[in-house]
């Protein structure tokens, strides 16, 4: 089993962190979570895991990701609800990339008991 860190930014390595979500081995128990876990499949460049979380109604058919772009960081800058008691759920964030970052407000919903990425807002830095 892998010791490297997780992608993340939580201390746990990367397979006990949000790796067994990549696996399916778990669910993201909250927004944030799944949060991590989706900047972390960017990393990885897993865009089964990240179409597989992405809400119906708004998800790609497909999704490219850039095989140049390294993600250097995440920084989660608030949140609201997105727990195990909430439907709905907001994550705000910065994600890192060499040369610049995102800065985004994402919203979530549970979808059969699953949290997944509804959409998000850019917001200026």
Do not use: K, N
């Not at 696996?23 to 990240?50: I, K, N």
């Not at 997105?82 to 970052?101: E, I, K, L, N, P």
Request: aromatic share 12%; proline share 6%.
């Amino acid at each position: 089993m892998s010791t490297r860190p997780c992608p993340c930014g939580l201390p746990d390595p990367y397979a006990e962190c949000c790796g067994r979500y990549h696996s399916g081995a778990a669910a993201a128990p909250t927004a944030e979570a799944l949060m991590r876990s989706r900047y972390s499949a960017f990393v990885q460049g897993d865009t089964a895991y990240l179409l597989r979380t992405w809400h119906p109604r708004t998800r790609p058919a497909r999704l490219g990701l850039d095989p140049g772009m390294r993600w250097t960081g995440l920084e989660i800058l608030g949140t609201s609800d997105g727990s195990a008691f909430h439907s709905v759920g907001t994550v705000t964030f910065r994600a890192s990339f060499r040369g610049g970052s995102l800065h985004e407000r994402s919203r979530f919903e549970r979808v059969d008991g699953a949290w997944v990425y509804l959409d998000g807002e850019f917001l200026e830095d």
